[in-house]
């Protein structure tokens, strides 16, 4: 029995969340926030009806099981298509993995999960067939917050299952974060991202792909139409993360933003367009950041101004929230500015949630409102705040 895993980091967005669904550029960067994903690949039964496919997730604290033979009577899956090029999971066979999970009691509170599933289901029945196995799944990453957390867990699972299925191997780097993980090769990485951008596909309905992508390559992207620009970065740069825990899905928002479109094509074409240039003056700051230590201080208000105007462009947009606000207006008071990250949360009655990611280089101010405004935070707010790391690598495997 080999068992191999896979770790994806998740990302938080410097700016061009939504608007970059609709073509605009996007800056994000990976955080040292992790998914990982281990496979079991159990040998062929002689006792076929015995042989199952096994789903540990522990953040959610669910375990599923499946007869292979079940899958292969229901999917029908295209084993010879083979996974050396990604393919979209057909609405039929979405149909028939959805015909699948009914049989599963989900319990209601935790029916978010069942777009995860469906992704589990479809990525890995096309990489690997009905074959036997187990995965367990566990992550650092709160689900549903903007965090990147659901391409986090296509990037790690595509990853497993390539490298199971021996379409990925090993490049031999050992990386310097984290012991014994391996870097994986340039193709592969292209190949990991499109399977798990048919994943995100499942999950996002219309994903633009930054997630995915900086999931799999790490460091800090600029991404537009699929574009991916390297953005090379100076030293790890700290962010505060706060958490409101008000739980809202990616997918309605994300629907939500191009209904606004369609209604007001004109207007948010503007806004759309704003966020473009937000976005790559952003990036140019990132850039000069990497190579101008002092330049960078001179720069450090035209980057929180970005942030600003960018946050408000959100809220144009329709996906700030209340909850999000009063987290800008409290560490405002200490001279951070803040934006949301991700979807964010807004409005409407389905989504709720707040990622204040704080303006870059600002380390001391940020130890300083750990100390003094977290506790705020966390008292009105019921918040998480935690510190993470920017622009590290992306997705590593290993073998045990
Ligand atoms: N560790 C995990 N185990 C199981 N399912 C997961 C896991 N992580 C993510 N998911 C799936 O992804 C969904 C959350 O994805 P969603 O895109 O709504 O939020 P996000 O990715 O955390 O935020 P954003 O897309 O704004 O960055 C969950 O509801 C679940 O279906
Ligand atoms: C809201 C969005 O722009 C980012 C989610 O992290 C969706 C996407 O780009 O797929
Ligand atoms: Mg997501």
């Known amino acids: 029995m ?5 770790r994806a980091p998740g990302k938080i967005i410097l700016a061009g969340e939504h608007a970059v669904v609709h073509g605009s550029a996007a800056v994000a960067a990976a ?3 992790y998914t990982r994903c281990s496979l079991c690949l159990m040998p062929l039964a002689d006792d076929e009806a015995a042989a199952t496919l096994e789903l540990d997730l522990k953040d959610p604290g669910l375990a599923f099981s499946w007869p292979c033979g079940r899958l292969r009577e229901v999917l029908l899956t295209d084993e010879a298509a083979g996974a050396r090029e990604a393919r979209p999971c057909s609405p039929d066979r979405l149909a028939s993995i959805a015909r699948l999970l009914e049989e599963h009691e989900i319990p209601e509170a935790k029916i978010w999960l069942s777009a995860g599933l469906s992704a589990f289901l479809f990525l890995y029945t096309s990489i690997l067939g009905c074959r036997p196995g187990k995965v367990t799944v566990s992550s650092d990453l709160p689900m549903g917050s903007g ?9 790690s699972m595509s990853g ?11 490049v031999g780097g050992i990386s310097g974060e984290g012991m014994g993980w391996e870097l994986v090769g340039k193709d592969d990485l292209e190949l990991v991202n499109r399977w798990a951008f048919q994943g995100e596909k499942i999950i996002h309905g219309k994903p633009s792909g930054i997630d995915n992508a900086v999931s799999t390559f790490g460091s800090m992207i600029k991404f537009k139409k699929g574009e ?17 825990r008000v739980g809202r899905n990616t997918k309605a928002l994300v ?3 191009s209904e606004r479109a369609s209604r007001h094509s004109d207007a948010m074409a503007s806004v759309f367009n704003a966020v473009n240039s937000i976005s790559e003056e952003v990036s140019s700051i990132v850039e000069l950041a990497a190579n101008d230590e002092i330049a960078i201080t001179s720069k450090e208000e035209k980057l929180a101004e970005l942030m600003e105007m960018n946050q408000g462009l959100l809220q144009c947009m329709g ?3 209340s909850s999000i606000e009063t987290v800008l207006r409290t560490t405002l008071k200490f001279n951070l500015v803040s934006k949301l990250t991700g979807a964010g949360g807004g409005g409407c009655s389905w989504s709720r949630i707040v990622f204040a990611a704080l303006k870059l280089r600002l380390v001391d101010r940020v130890f300083k409102f750990a100390k003094e405004a977290a506790p705020i935070l966390m008292e009105m707010l019921r918040t998480d705040l935690s510190m993470a790391t920017i622009g590290i690598s992306g997705i590593k495997y290993r073998f045990t």
């Open 160 to 170: 497993v299952l390539l490298t199971a299925a021996g379409v990925v191997t090993a």
């Open 147 to 155: 965090l990147g957390s659901s391409a986090a867990f296509c990037v």
């Open 255 to 257: 629907a939500g933003v």
């Open 319 to 321: 996906v700030s929230h």
């Open 2 to 6: 080999e068992v191999c895993a896979a």
């Open 31 to 33: 955080i040292d926030l």
């Open 228 to 244: 991916l620009t390297n953005l090379k970065s100076s030293n790890p740069v700290k962010m505060l993360i706060t958490d409101t």
